[in-house]
Structure formats: structure tokens, C-alpha cells
């Protein structure tokens, strides 16, 4: 324990970010960092509890509770008070291969159990994460560790997402000839082309790309299995095939109008901002501008958020963004959204904060529903029809949205981006493999042992599970390896 008192003795502190008004004006993070004196102080207001809810990672309702990847939170929060930056560093990666990742985009379920929260604000694990990998960077300490023999077993990995890399990186070190297929001109998977640059610098993730190159990982790039090469030879030329193409297929929005010109899903939005920005700063215009538009988004979540930030940065005229669900309370309810859950409280994350900013409130609307598109007379989006919902639950548990009479209203709209989650993966290799799904289209493989009914076939990430957390994804992926390692070898050294 750093000091017995500390969550007495220091109030939570967290880093202030770069001013909205400011950050709009370019594409760079919008994070700053605490100095290591004050990161000392936070980490001395961990207990280091009987039972650290924070490393517990487990689905409850309303999200998930404690850290999926299971850090060794408390352990690491003393290392960093003592000063012990680079034995901090070591604990963090025995549990996550990319706290550079979720120390930046993760939702921090960690915060949400920690049990300093139950009488006052969590610690600032999130922060600190960040801190000791980016001070392992800065120092020199995180370089190639290639494994020192090969076991001879070769392994495919279908998509370079979190679930992906994870994966590669855990069967590499363990000794297998690792090779990687993604389908774009880059590896990241989402952490490349799905989260926008002042979220995650895309030279973050490149680093660790380069680092796992270097260990000897390879790499192929612009290569789609079940297009540019059938998955049925992959199965066949490889001792196993880990897939993790994630949850791409997005959730249809067939509502009248949705036809227009002007209407677009939000990962056509971000991704081709993304791949301009990092092509041409922009400049070969190959990507859909929200300039001088009025722009709404469609959906309440961090991809709708993520459309938000974006179009600002292009120079929107306005920016609205819709959610089917409450506003949120000031505190947290403690009889339906009890500690450890993950805190439903109302908040502004940094899109929403930047356009507060900018046009002077929140941008959300909350309990509303698109009814219809209006287009004018060359099938231009021009206006958006809603209508305020209530949320009713039958007896089954089951969940329905219910227009409220009288609460018919008109947006205008140049703009409308849809962001309202996806339908699972796309069924290429499912299809060409024989993969048996679930309900959901999800390919199925048990959670824990990721075998799917082909042998030597095994799934990981959100094509397995679903749309999930990046951090979801790590622990999938790594989870994945330890079986792989065992279907090859008898028996795992990966943990």
C-alpha cells in the first residue's frame, strides 16, 4: 500500500486538457499529462483493498465492472508513488500489451469500481496508466524482445484490431511464426481508421505496430481472406487461423428518406477523414467534409461522439447529436446503478465539451427518435422529422421506445451521420469456412476457449462477442493465444 491515509489525505486530481476552443483548430491529441509529482500523490490515494474491484473485469448491468485485461492496478499505482517507474512498467505489461492504447481511449471501468469511489472520487487509474507507458517510450525502456527460438508452428491472424494484435503479439512471444492479414493499407484495425487522431495519434499506434515488426511479427497489408485469397487456404497452409475481423457490418437505418444525398453511416465519415489526414493533411479532398454544413448525428454513443469531434474540425455551422436514451442524473442512483457498476452519470466527453464550446450548450438531444428524412427537389437532405420517446419495459424484461404524442419536431440538416452501433461481422469467412454463428451473426466460440466447430480455426474480439470495449478486444485476443498455444503445443506458457 502506497500510505494507508492517502484517499484522505489527497483529492483526485486529473490532468486539464487542451482548451476546446484551441484544439478544434487542428487534429492533434487533446490529452496532457499530470506532472510525475502530482501522478506520485494520485497514486498514493490507492488502498490497495482486500478485494481491488478495479482488475475484476467482468460484464454487470448497465457495463462492465473493473479491468478486463485484470492490471495489477494497486501494484502498480505503489511502484509509481515510490518512484519505481520502470517496475510499474513491467507489472502493466504482464497484463495489457498496449496500455498506450487504453490509457488513452478507454472508458476506464477500472474508475467505476474502485473502492475509493463508494465514499468519494475514484483514483485517477486511467491517468497513471497512460503516464508509466509513455514514460517507458520516453525512456528508452520498451524495445523489440524477439522470442529466443521458434517452435516451427505458423499461425494466420485475420485483422490487425486490438483482438489481432493482441494475439500476435502473445503467440510471437511464445515462439510461433505469426503472420497478420488486414484488408486496408494500414494495421491498426479501428485503432488506425475507426478512433480519430486527437483521440489516438496514429503514430502511437504505428510505434507498436514498428515494435512488433521488429519481434517478427509480419505484416500484409491491402489483403481481404475470402477476396484476395480463400479462406479455405488459409485453414489449410497455416497450423492455426485466429480470426478477429471484428464487428464491421453496420446497423441499418431504412427509415423514409434515408436515400438521400447527405446522409451517410459514420464510419464512411471517419474513416475517410482519417486515411485524407493521414495521406494528404486533407488536401486530396477524399473523404466527406461537414464543412459549412448542419450536421446531425444519429446515435449517443463514442462513435457518435467521435462525429461530433470530427466535424467541428472540418467547420461545421452546427452540430447536433441525437440518443435514444435518458439523460443521464448528476450522481449516481444507488439502488438501479449501484457501486461496482460502471457510474451512469451525466457527463460531457471531449466532442461534446469542444462543441459546448463552440456554439455555447451541449449538443445532445436525449429520448428522441428520427421519424423521416426531407430532401429537396435534386434529393438533397434538408430537414430531419423527430418525435420525443419514453422507454418501456414489459414484463419479460424486454425493452421498447414509445412516441410521445405532441412532441413532433423539425431539424434542419445538410448532414446526417449514423452512428448507431453494428450488426455483428461481415460473413465472408463464415460463410466459406462452414463457421457456425450465433443469434446475433457473431461467429461462436465459447468465451475462454475460443474454438470455433472448424478445427484449427479459432475467433477472438468483437467477432465473437460483439461490438465491445477496445480493452474487451485485448483480452479476447489474448485470451485466444493461450489456447492457440495449447491446440499447437500441449501445454501454454502464456498467461
Known sequence: ?????????????????????????????????????????????????????????????????????HNLIPEW??????????????????????????????????????????????????????AIVDKGFEEGWIVPTPPEKRTGKRVAVVGSGPAGLAAAAQLNKAGHSVTVFERSDRIG???????????????????????????????????????????????????????????????????????????????????????????????????????????????????GSDCVATSLRHGCRSVTQFGTHQKAPLTRDPINNPWPQFPNVYTLDYAQEEAKAIFGEDPREFSIMTTKFVGDDEGNLKELHTVQ??????????????????????????MALIAIGFDGPEQTLAQQLGLETDRRSNVKAKYGQYRTNVDKVFAAGDMRRGQSLVVWAINEGREAAREVDKYLMGSTVLV
Not at 418501456?392 to 423539425?410: A, F, L, Q, W
Request: charged share 30%; net charge negative; with cysteine.
Open 77 to 130: 499505482n505503489n511502484l509509481v508513488y515510490r518512484g519505481l517507474w520502470r517496475e510499474a512498467l513491467e507489472r502493466l505489461h504482464k497484463t495489457n500489451n498496449f496500455p498506450e492504447f487504453t490509457g488513452r481511449i478507454c472508458p476506464a471501468p477500472c474508475e467505476g469500481s474502485c473502492t475509493v469511489g463508494l465514499i468519494d472520487q475514484p483514483v485517477t487509474i486511467k491517468s497513471i496508466e497512460q
Open 189 to 303: 484495425g479501428l485503432l488506425m481508421y475507426g478512433i480519430p487522431s486527437m483521440k489516438l495519434d496514429k503514430k502511437i499506434v504505428q510505434r507498436r505496430v514498428d515494435l512488433l515488426a521488429a519481434e517478427g511479427v509480419e505484416f500484409v497489408t491491402n489483403t481481404e481472406i475470402g477476396k484476395d485469397i480463400p479462406a479455405k487456404q488459409l485453414v489449410d497452409e497455416y497450423d492455426a487461423v485466429v480470426l478477429c475481423g471484428g464487428a464491421t457490418k453496420p446497423r441499418e437505418f431504412n427509415i423514409e428518406g434515408s436515400n438521400l444525398k447527405g446522409v451517410h453511416y459514420a464510419m464512411d465519415f471517419l474513416t475517410g477523414t482519417i486515411k485524407s489526414l493521414l495521406d494528404s493533411n486533407l488536401e486530396d479532398g477524399n473523404y466527406i467534409s461537414a464543412k459549412d454544413k448542419h450536421v446531425i448525428v444519429i446515435g449517443g454513443g463514442d462513435t
Open 389 to 414: 420517446i419514453q422507454r418501456k419495459v414489459d414484463e419479460n424484461g424486454r425493452k421498447s421506445y414509445e412516441p410521445i404524442p405532441g412532441t413532433e419536431r423539425v431539424f434542419k440538416a445538410d
Open 1 to 69: 500500500m502506497s500510505t494507508p491515509t492517502g484517499f484522505m489525505e489527497y483529492k483526485r486530481q486529473l490532468p486539464v486538457d487542451r482548451d476546446p476552443i484551441e484544439r478544434v483548430k487542428d487534429w492533434e491529441e487533446f490529452h496532457k499529462l499530470l506532472s510525475e509529482d502530482e501522478l506520485r500523490t494520485q497514486g498514493a490515494r490507492c488502498m490497495d483493498c482486500g478485494t481491488p474491484y478495479c482488475h475484476t473485469g467482468i460484464d454487470m448491468t448497465g457495463g462492465t465492472s473493473g479491468c478486463p485485461v
